[in-house]
């Protein structure tokens, strides 16, 4: 049934490229315009990460809605004198111009909705704390712009978009009245503006990383234009489809900002995985192709439908290879809902159709590609010049295939017994630095480093103390006297908080208070236990907390109680898709521990370099010594996949053809993302880098030996369980029912025989090829004249 559905399919490979085409067309403008919907990143929401069902974020909306609001742009000059009150009278003068400009533009009060410095006046050396729109070296003043909480939504978003169109032009006369100073602007609307222009650059970059690497990797892995053409494609149709998805699913839930370019990243493992798993389906079927094209008394649509046959055999042939690929791909993305992070689980929403999507794209648009390519191809071949084999670039070419196609069997550390050993000690020690691993939640501004928000959070705290926001607000149904009876409580038993403030009303309904830490620079474990003071639930009322501080702390507790379930979660997975695909649980047993070592290590490696502030030189505000910890997961997950193909190819493949292409299109998006000046893709892009490099340790020290120990007679690594052996052969039954093709017509044994014989390594006693039994190599013989495929031989 699988050979006859995918003949037909590949038949009609012309239809399907053209639909393919059309789809691309559309997707692209779906993307980009929305149809007058909106773009996909136009659709999305520049917020901070949170925890699922979050405490933290409920108080925030209770502030909210009590009138507090978050829309306070701020106005940042630095470089200005105002050491005493001459200098400060003078940068008065200079700011006239300034504060009508923004009273006639903004339409704003002075007074009212807007603050600036010079209106408070000059503070006295006993009044320092009068004048807090001051720094304190008195080199730096603020602005500040309200908007009116009594306006409506509609009110509110208008005033926004005047600052978004006036503010610039304001900046620029600041700059010209303070020649030596720096404006900065801390504007919500400047901030959703900026980190949606941030993710357009890093997704469009990580795109076209992708897609020259695809070319890159595929060519080299394969050394066929037509097999990297076709790969390219299916990655293009691939990230296209995943960022439509992201914009159809914007109608329903809310997309952060920062997700976009999270989404294309992880659509290139996605599709470089599935496009590699395909390459290693279709092995070596462009030399049979080649040979049929030489047999002169068959004709150009007699050697198609010979292609189209073949290529359906194979996907027959390695039907389990492909069940498994997608299964652990669906399985990976699963781990994302373990973290309980509101970021991850809407990308898992957004990856699990995006999975279906790039598998339907590899299995059916991908072949119809190529062999409209290959039709191509061999029109322009009987036309090409054929360099001379004393040619520099046929040498290079050569000695680059004779490199490439060196089987694990004969790899230097294949015979060493020792090899495994120490790729297991090297691994363990790359994992060290897990211990040490410091994850932080960002906020809105920091997932997409919106600069000047940041640079303006970063120095209010050093510079204007009195405008800093309290790291504690707590809000509660209840007087404002019985809320200070509770806050001199908590002042009398903690030593890390002490009240900002007195308990004021909020509303109508609530009163607040606020805490701050009693010593700067807290460690983790104080603040944890600081929030847990004041969330201590009080007699005689209902209270929440909400700060910046403790959405960082809920959503980092969060995170990490969930890693156990995170572990357990992709062992399990891990061994169960191994088992099901060898059938032998030793076999099992000893990936899933190399590979859980190779994605430790991979962490380990990441969190490091950031620990060692090796990253600290790299673009972006924030990369610091703190991992995030979203991209902390979504790179773990990433990792599994890579590591997954350099685990699984040894039972298909001869040859790491495919784990090579993965390598290549991982490692230099990596860098893109390691480039991309974002704290969560620099994350993610680290881990995904070092997964790149433990990969080929695991693949140069442990799978030739594996493979070795395997081939042995009566290995214990050999034969499948019984019921495994039963399932497979039902699942072959189930899937074999089904009309058979007809109309392909049958060609000579020769036609199919390998164009280059000396790569064709002989059969041996103890060489066996996967999943073919000797009922499927009957039916083979019969159907499909063809010698043992070379790359399916295990060495």
């Known amino acids: 049934m699988i050979k006859a559905i995918a003949s037909r399919l590949y038949a009609s490979y012309e239809l399907i490229c053209a639909v393919f085409l059309a789809a691309i067309i559309a997707m692209t403008l779906t993307v980009s315009t929305g149809f007058g919907q909106g773009s996909v990143i136009a659709r999305t929401v520049p917020v901070a990460d949170t925890a699922v069902n979050s405490v933290i974020a409920?108080?925030?909306?209770?502030?909210?809605?009590?009138?507090?609001?978050?829309?306070?742009?701020?106005?940042?000059?630095?470089?200005?004198?105002?050491?005493?009150?001459?200098?400060?009278?003078?940068?008065?003068?200079?700011?006239?111009?300034?504060?009508?400009?923004?009273?006639?533009?903004?339409?704003?009060?002075?007074?009212?909705n807007f603050l600036?410095?010079?209106?408070?006046?000059?503070?006295?050396?006993?009044?320092?704390?009068?004048?807090?729109?001051?720094?304190?070296?008195?080199?730096?003043f603020v602005a500040l712009l309200f908007a009116p909480s009594t306006d409506t939504p509609a009110k509110q978003a208008e005033f926004q978009a005047r600052i978004s169109e006036n503010l610039p032009r304001i900046e620029q006369e600041i700059e010209k009245a303070y020649p030596n100073s720096t404006v900065s602007v801390s504007s919500p609307a400047f901030a959703q503006e900026q980190a949606q222009n941030n993710a357009s650059k890093g997704t469009l970059i990580i795109i076209l990383v992708t897609l020259l690497a695809s070319l890159i990797a595929f060519y080299v892995a394969t050394g066929k234009a037509t097999r990297a053409f076709a790969s390219f494609s299916s990655i293009l149709g691939s990230q296209l489809a995943a960022l439509t998805i992201t914009w159809l699913l914007s109608f329903f839930i809310t997309i952060p900002t920062s997700l976009v370019p999270l989404v294309a990243l992880a659509t290139t493992v996605l599709s470089g995985i599935s496009s590699a798993v395909f390459n290693a389906v279709d092995a070596y079927s462009l030399e049979y192709r080649e040979n049929i094209e030489l047999a002169g008394d068959h004709g150009p649509?007699?050697?198609?439908?010979?292609?189209?046959?073949?290529?359906?055999?194979?996907?027959?042939?390695?039907?389990?290879?492909?069940?498994?690929?997608?299964?652990?791909?669906?399985?990976?993305?699963?781990?994302?809902?373990?973290?309980?992070?509101?970021?991850?689980?809407?990308?898992?929403?957004?990856?699990?159709?995006?999975?279906?999507?790039?598998?339907?794209?590899?299995?059916?648009?991908?072949?119809?590609?190529?062999?409209?390519?290959?039709?191509?191809?061999?029109?322009?071949n009987h036309s090409k010049v054929t360099l001379p084999e004393t040619s520099p670039i046929v040498r290079a070419q050569n000695w680059l295939r004779q490199r490439l196609a060196l089987p694990?069997?004969?790899?230097?550390?294949?015979?060493n017994q020792a090899a495994p050993g120490i790729a297991a000690l090297l691994l363990i020690l790359a994992s060290l630095p897990c211990i040490v691993i410091s994850p932080r939640a960002m906020s809105a501004a920091e997932l997409m480093d919106a600069s000047q928000t940041v640079h303006f959070q970063q120095t209010a705290r050093q510079a204007f103390p009195q405008?800093?926001?309290?790291?504690?607000?707590?809000?509660?149904?209840?007087?404002?006297?019985?809320?200070?009876?509770?806050?001199?409580?908590?002042?009398?038993?903690?030593?890390?908080?002490?009240?900002?403030?007195?308990?004021?009303?909020?509303?109508?309904?609530?009163?607040?208070?606020?805490?701050?830490f009693r010593q700067p620079d807290p460690t983790f474990k104080e603040m944890r236990t600081a929030l847990a003071q004041v969330s201590t639930p009080a007699q005689g009322f209902e209270h929440g907390v909400y700060s910046d501080t403790a959405r960082n702390i809920e959503a980092v507790d969060s995170g990490v109680s969930n890693v156990p379930l995170a572990i357990t979660l992709t062992?399990?997975?891990?061994?169960?898709?191994?088992?099901?695909?060898?059938?032998?649980?030793?076999?099992?047993?000893?990936?899933?521990?190399?590979?859980?070592?190779?994605v430790t290590a991979s962490v380990g490696l990441a969190a490091g370099a950031f620990k060692l502030g090796l990253f600290k030189i790299l673009p972006g505000t924030l990369v610091e010594n703190r991992v995030d910890l979203g991209g902390l997961y979504l790179g773990g997950v990433l990792a599994i996949m890579i590591t997954a193909v350099t685990l699984l190819e040894p039972l298909s493949n001869r040859r790491p053809t495919a784990t090579r292409a993965t390598w290549l299109?991982?490692?230099?998006?990596?860098?893109?993302?390691?480039f991309s000046g974002f704290i969560q893709l620099a994350t993610t892009g680290a881990i995904m880098l070092a997964s790149v490099a433990m990969g080929m340790l695991l693949s140069v020290l442990v799978n030739p030996q594996l493979l070795e120990l395997r081939n042995q007679q009566d290995s214990k690594l050999q034969g499948k369980h019984p019921r495994i052996q039963k399932l497979h052969d039902r699942l072959h039954q189930a899937l074999e029912k089904g009309p058979r093709l007809k109309d392909v017509k049958k060609t000579n044994k020769s036609d199919w025989e390998p164009a280059d014989q000396t790569d064709v390594e002989p059969q041996t006693a103890e060489a066996k090829t996967d999943e073919v039994s000797e009922a499927e190599t009957a039916e083979l013989a019969s159907s499909t004249p063809n010698t043992a495929d070379p790359e399916d031989t295990e060495q």
């Not at 209106?119 to 320092?128: D, H, I, V, W």
């Not at 695909?581 to 190779?598: D, F, K």
């Open 58 to 112: 409920e108080t925030r909306q209770q502030l909210l809605s009590e009138g507090q609001t978050e829309q306070t742009t701020a106005i940042l000059v630095e470089g200005v004198d105002l050491s005493n009150e001459a200098a400060f009278d003078a940068a008065s003068q200079k700011f006239t111009a300034a504060r009508a400009d923004i009273e006639k533009s903004l339409k704003v009060t002075t007074g009212e």
């Open 116 to 140: 600036d410095p010079f209106t408070l006046g000059f503070p006295k050396a006993n009044e320092e704390l009068a004048n807090p729109l001051l720094s304190s070296n008195r080199k730096a």
């Open 301 to 380: 649509r007699t050697r198609r439908r010979a292609r189209i046959e073949y290529l359906a055999q194979r996907m027959k042939d390695k039907r389990n290879l492909i069940i498994t690929a997608i299964g652990i791909t669906f399985a990976s993305i699963l781990i994302l809902f373990a973290a309980s992070l509101n970021h991850l689980v809407k990308l898992a929403i957004i990856l699990l159709p995006t999975v279906i999507a790039v598998w339907a794209i590899e299995l059916i648009a991908t072949p119809s590609v190529l062999l409209l390519a290959e039709r191509f191809s061999q029109r322009w």
């Open 408 to 415: 694990y069997a004969q790899t230097p550390f294949s015979k």
């Open 467 to 516: 405008m800093v926001d309290p790291d504690f607000v707590v809000i509660a149904q209840t007087s404002p006297t019985n809320l200070q009876k509770w806050a001199d409580s908590i002042n009398s038993k903690s030593q890390l908080v002490v009240a900002k403030n007195e308990a004021t009303t909020l509303g109508e309904r609530f009163a607040t208070v606020s805490f701050n």
């Open 571 to 598: 062992v399990i997975l891990s061994l169960g898709c191994l088992f099901l695909l060898s059938g032998n649980i030793w076999w099992s047993i000893i990936q899933t521990i190399m590979g859980g070592l190779t």
């Open 665 to 674: 299109i991982s490692g230099l998006t990596a860098l893109a993302a390691i």
